[in-house]
């Protein structure tokens, strides 16, 4: 069993490989449904809490039966002086080989694109709405399908 003070320690080294690159070393944890790829730009639905987004991250790391087969921290975009990060948790050992998890793995997504955030919930239904309508294009976020998100929010 991990415990708060590994993943702490996690998170301070995925903010120093985001200071060796030159992105906000502030780190917001977000999950594969915050995000929204429209008109080749990447749209994150800015009401989340990040103090609770925080907290579910911590609690998948700990959970070792949710990630058996390792987890990723990854950096995905930037936005508002914020990288914005995800964990990804493969679902079987051949994925985890494939991906090069093993254990804990920290990477960055470069280019690191910027991020534009949607406060408004209404705007946001409507970009989702849009997005689902139009033909699906390959987005910065699509690796992250069994992202934290996915098992801890429901």
């Not at 080294?13 to 594969?32: E, G, M, V, Y």
């Not at 809490?49 to 950096?75: S, V, Y």
């Not at 254990?103 to 694109?113: Q, R, S």
Request: net charge negative; aromatic share 8%.
């Amino acid at each position: 069993m991990r415990n708060t003070q590994e993943f702490e320690a996690h998170e301070r080294s995925l903010q120093d490989l985001l200071k060796q690159c030159h992105h906000p070393t502030r780190i917001a944890w977000t999950f594969f449904e915050d995000y929204v790829w429209h008109d080749c730009t990447l749209y994150l639905d800015g009401n989340f809490d990040l103090i609770q987004n925080r907290l579910l991250t911590i609690e998948t790391f700990n959970d070792t039966a949710a990630n058996m087969f390792g987890i990723e921290f990854k950096a995905i975009a930037t936005s508002d002086g914020l990288s914005l990060c995800s964990a990804f948790t493969p679902q079987t050992s051949r994925e985890a080989e494939l991906l090069m998890i093993s254990d804990v793995k920290l990477c960055i997504l470069e280019p690191l694109i910027s991020c534009q955030v949607v406060t408004d919930a209404v705007e946001w239904t409507k970009m989702v709405a849009r997005a689902k309508r139009n033909a699906p294009q390959p987005s910065p976020v699509d690796g992250l399908m069994h992202s934290v998100g996915r098992t801890a929010r429901k």
